[in-house]
């Protein structure tokens, strides 16, 4: 892989990178298809990192589709693929990890305990290898996002974050390979997600500015809904990721839930004007 991406820089080209974990959907697709108008070479992972997930998640389980993933990045136009085997990525006695302090213990991290130091060592340890010039991810994980712009700045990587907006089923559902645990009767139920965001969003444009009313609007939501189970549902800053207490300026309304026994993620960035201030007289 390494030899591969410089000989792409080497010819003077910009390599763009999409690390995915497989069972490739329309919203890794969106990435690819991001990197490839902003690249001469773009280059994608599929690796499902076992240091991200916890002990009682669901590593073994899941989806894997490889095929068919490498089918559809060759379609668009991907042309080097990295898909290393879990002991190359992590030989015996590996006892390195990279950690965002902090902000990794926030939202799905206080869930998920250990999962980000797990992205963010996989990240850091697959831009060492593929050396991009730039690296594409979704809003749809709008707390790694946060994270990995952090670890990047705080350790001075030459990588650009692009980052690309959530890609949804028509009925609002947000993509993820993890829609494929969901039955018929899950998956109408997950709409709940979008649903109260949407809601939450409508209180705000309409006026509501107090972070506590909102939450509970949007808790009540997910509440209503048989056999969803809300984890968190927050107003953060979206860079430090801590809680607002009044909306104004741009905001993340992020939501976690576990709809049956699958976990779901979904989120919607306000950028709600401050209020006016009163100019000087004249
Ligand atoms: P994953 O394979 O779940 O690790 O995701 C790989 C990349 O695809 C991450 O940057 C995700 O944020 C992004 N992604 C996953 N689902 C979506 C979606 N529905 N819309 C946009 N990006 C997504």
Known sequence: ???????????????????????LHEGHLSLVRAACAASDVVAASIFVNPTQFGVNEDLAKYPRSFKSDCEMLER?????????????????????????EGLSSKLDGRSRPGHFRGVTTVVAKLFHIVEPDAAFFGQKDAA???????????LNLAVKIVVCPIVREADGLAMSSRNAYLD??????????????????GLAEAGERDTSKLL?????????????????????NPDTLDPVEHVSGSVLVAVAA???????IDNI??????????LPAK
Not at 91 to 100: F, I, S
Request: hydrophobic content about 50%; cysteine-free; proline content about 4%.
């Open 1 to 23: 892989m390494r030899d591969a991406s410089r000989a792409v820089r080497r010819a003077g080209k910009r390599l763009g990178f999409v690390p995915t974990m497989g069972a």
């Open 76 to 100: 668009e136009g991907v042309a080097l693929l990295f898909a290393p085997a879990v002991d190359e990525m992590y030989p015996g006695g590996a006892a390195t990890w990279v950690t965002v």
């Open 144 to 154: 790694q996002v946060a994270i990995i712009r952090r670890m990047v700045r705080d």
């Open 184 to 201: 018929s009767e899950h998956r109408k139920r997950a709409l709940v997600l979008h649903r109260a965001l949407i809601g939450v969003q």
């Open 216 to 236: 509970a609007a949007g808790r009540e939501a997910v509440a209503k809904e048989n056999a969803v189970r809300l984890d968190y549902l927050e107003i953060v």
């Open 258 to 264: 576990y709809v049956g026994g699958t976990r779901l």
């Open 269 to 278: 960035l306000l950028d709600i004007a401050p209020p006016a201030t009163t």
